[in-house]
Nanobody, 112 residues
Framework: QVQLVESGGGVVQPGGSLTLSCVASRSIHVMAWYRQGPGNQRELVALINSGGGTTYADFAKGRFTISRDNAKNTMTLQMNNLKPEDTAVYFC?????????WGQGTQVTVSP
């Protein structure tokens, strides 16, 4: 089992930036951010593996950057040029051998 602690959500104006962080209680291969907006299904935002390989959703390319510090079991999502449609609850997700865990989520609201 892995415990996750998320931080960094909040309210920001369109065009603004936010940084989300997720700290895991131990090392794990895959770390990712998903989001779920009002009335929408949960969707992948970005994923990073322990080797640094990344995958981004199309909406995230060019605006969001995912990174991780393996020594600190920490993943960060830098979000720039935020848009109202980015408003959602953002969830940390981790997966490894025999383990999958979701964080509780952190609210991101983009509003004038």
């Amino acid at each position: 089992q892995v415990q996750l602690v998320e931080s960094g959500g909040g309210v920001v104006q369109p065009g603004g930036s936010l940084t989300l962080s997720c700290v895991a209680s131990r090392s794990i291969h895959v770390m990712a951010w998903y989001r779920q907006g009002p009335g929408n299904q949960r969707e992948l935002v970005a994923l990073i593996n322990s080797g640094g390989g990344t995958t981004y959703a199309d909406f995230a390319k060019g605006r969001f950057t995912i990174s991780r510090d393996n020594a600190k079991n920490t993943m960060t999502l830098q979000m720039n040029n935020l848009k109202p449609e980015d408003t959602a609850v953002y969830f940390c997700y981790v997966a490894g051998v025999g383990t999958r865990e979701w964080g509780q989520g952190t609210q991101v609201t983009v509003s004038p």
